[in-house]
């Protein structure tokens, strides 16, 4: 499910803006993170580092559904340099294990370890 290409936007340079989408009572809430800071596990999970993110907390413990935009304006798109992902999974914050251990390895500030289990991506751009 995890293709070269989105592989590409989330390590290749400049670093970019991630936004991690959820829903809250009311509303949906955003929140950003950088493409560099995603790990994607063997298992295809994709795990993100929490320094706060308690509103994401609180509300993937209601409604598990996440969605992300990934962007690299440096990688080639459909149709030009510049491309965009939409990753819609189910979304829960782990706080020990080893996939928390990977992350807090090279993140020490990180409090949690956001895990995504993909769902679906779609090339937007």
């Known amino acids: 499910m995890i ?8 390590t290749s340079p400049p670093d970019s803006g991630f936004a991690i989408v959820t829903q809250g ?5 955003v929140v950003n ?3 560099s800071y995603v790990h994607i596990a063997e298992d295809g ?10 509103k994401t907390e609180e509300n993937l413990e209601k409604n ?9 304006r440096e990688v ?9 992902f939409l990753v819609k999974g189910t979304g829960s ?7 928390f251990d990977t992350i807090k390895a ?12 993909v769902i679906s991506i779609e090339q937007t751009l």
Do not use: C
Not at 3 to 10: A, N
Not at 25 to 29: A, G, K, L, T
Not at 106 to 117: C, E, I, Q, S, Y
């Open 106 to 117: 090279k993140f020490p500030w990180a409090r949690a370890a956001l895990a995504v289990k």
């Open 25 to 29: 009572p009311s509303e949906p809430h």
């Open 45 to 54: 999970t994709l795990l993100i580092p929490a320094g706060r993110m308690t």
């Open 76 to 84: 080639m798109g459909k149709s030009y340099k510049g491309t965009g």
């Open 93 to 99: 914050f782990l706080k020990e294990g080893p996939d």
């Open 33 to 35: 993170s950088w493409n």
């Open 64 to 72: 598990n559904n996440i969605q992300l935009t990934v962007t690299n």
């Open 3 to 10: 293709d070269e290409k989105f592989i590409e936007t989330l």
